[in-house]
């Protein structure tokens, strides 16, 4: 399977033109893809720098599975549920609300203040 340079269209490897928009192909350089063209992906290389990653992560971990995780305090021994419930997981929270926060800024002062960078092809 091959897809339309053009409109990603799925077309034979050897088609001659695209069924779709009608693109004409030489037999060379312009002609079926292996692979989906990029402007046709739906989604992108993934941009974030291993900082944002980083305090995404954090965020989630902090926000969701941190309250999530209360549900299963009391499956831990009784004096360490206690001491998770009310120590574990609001650092967890906290951590998160911090990373989140964190990230925020990150993204302001890269918005305003970021150097813009050319479009990668
Ligand atoms: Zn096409």
């Known amino acids: ?17 695209c069924s779709r928009c009608g693109a004409l192909f030489d037999g060379g350089g312009w002609g079926p893809q292996a692979i989906v063209p990029k402007q046709h992906r739906l989604v992108g290389p993934d941009k974030r720098s291993v900082l944002e ?3 995404d992560a954090v965020a989630v ?3 969701v599975l941190g309250p999530v995780s209360c549900g299963f305090a009391p499956l831990l021994p009784a004096g360490t549920a206690v001491v998770y ?11 998160g609300v911090g990373a989140a926060l964190a990230r925020l800024l990150l993204y302001l002062l890269n918005r305003f203040l970021g ?6 092809a």
């Open 1 to 17: 399977m091959s897809y339309c340079p053009n409109c990603a269209q799925a077309i034979s490897s050897d088609a001659s033109a």
């Open 53 to 55: 990653k980083s305090l």
């Open 85 to 95: 419930a009310f120590i574990g997981v609001p650092l967890l929270v906290a951590a």
């Open 61 to 63: 971990i902090g926000l």
């Open 115 to 120: 150097q813009k960078v050319p479009n990668e």
